[in-house]
């Protein structure tokens, strides 16, 4: 059976794809607490705090000067002082009630420590084609979906309202959500087109 290399990646990624989880499940049905979806939220910073470690180092490992480079402008993305992509998931926890400057010292879980293994086993063992695309195809691009289905619940199960403010989700109002997709769209999707034009 013919299919392209970028068709290839998404089916294997969609075998087991997160959105399908049985906690998202339960949020999309708003039978989580705000306080279970902020829990989330800090490991999902843990694994992201790792993540834009992955691709630092990565990017300091590629000779193609062309990845190295889209590597470098998205971690710079990620990573703007005045506007850090991590933060947003303070946002999230500082709206759910909880103190949004525990997040850094929230514990670890097993599964998170797992899963920040795993990233430095790709970039340490695996030839860079394969990192990378375990980085944006594996994970980063599951999280397009899996925002498809919560942020339609924050609206209708948690009281969040639609906000579309260019800086995220403030302290003092709505979701990051709708802007964790709008971020994401931009980056996921031209990785998986230069992916998917690579031999
Ligand atoms: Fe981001």
Same mark, same amino acid.
């Given at each position: 059976?013919?299919?392209?290399?970028?068709?290839?990646?998404?089916?294997?990624?969609?075998?087991?794809?997160?959105?399908?989880? #049985?906690?998202?499940?339960?949020?999309? *049905?708003?039978?989580?607490?705000?306080?279970?979806?902020?829990?989330?939220?800090?490991?999902?910073?843990?694994?992201?705090?790792?993540?834009?470690?992955?691709?630092?180092?990565?990017?300091?490992?590629?000779? *193609?000067?062309? !990845?190295?480079?889209?590597?470098?402008?998205?971690?710079?993305?990620? &990573?703007?002082?005045?506007?850090?992509?991590?933060?947003?998931?303070?946002?999230?926890? @500082?709206?759910?009630?909880?103190?949004?400057?525990? !997040?850094?010292?929230?514990? !670890?879980?097993?599964?998170?420590?797992?899963?920040?293994?795993?990233?430095?086993?790709?970039?340490?063992? *695996?030839?860079?084609?394969?990192?990378?695309?375990?980085?944006?195809?594996?994970? &980063?691009?599951?999280?397009?979906?899996?925002?498809?289905?919560?942020?339609?619940?924050?609206?209708?199960?948690?009281?969040?309202?639609?906000?579309? @403010?260019?800086?995220?989700?403030?302290?003092?109002?709505?979701?990051?959500?709708?802007?964790? !997709?709008?971020?994401?769209?931009?980056?996921?999707?031209?990785?998986?087109?230069?992916?998917?034009?690579? #031999?």
């Amino acid at each position: 059976m013919s299919s392209s290399f970028h068709h290839q990646l998404v089916a294997t990624r969609d075998r087991k794809h997160s959105k399908n989880h #049985p906690f998202f499940e339960l949020w999309a *049905q708003g039978k989580l607490s705000k306080e279970q979806t902020a829990f989330y939220c800090t490991q999902h910073f843990h694994f992201v705090g790792e993540y834009l470690n992955w691709m630092a180092y990565e990017a300091s490992q590629i000779p *193609q000067r062309d !990845v190295k480079q889209y590597l470098f402008e998205n971690l710079g993305d990620e &990573e703007n002082p005045d506007d850090r992509h991590l933060d947003m998931l303070k946002d999230y926890v @500082a709206a759910s009630g909880i103190d949004p400057s525990s !997040v850094e010292s929230t514990i !670890v879980l097993g599964a998170t420590d797992a899963l920040q293994s795993w990233g430095w086993r790709m970039v340490y063992q *695996q030839p860079w084609q394969g990192a990378v695309a375990a980085m944006f195809i594996g994970l &980063e691009s599951q999280f397009l979906d899996i925002c498809k289905k919560i942020v339609p619940a924050l609206h209708s199960h948690y009281g969040y309202r639609p906000h579309l @403010a260019k800086s995220g989700f403030s302290r003092n109002t709505s979701t990051p959500t709708r802007s964790m !997709v709008r971020r994401a769209l931009p980056s996921s999707r031209s990785i998986v087109i230069q992916l998917s034009c690579r #031999p």
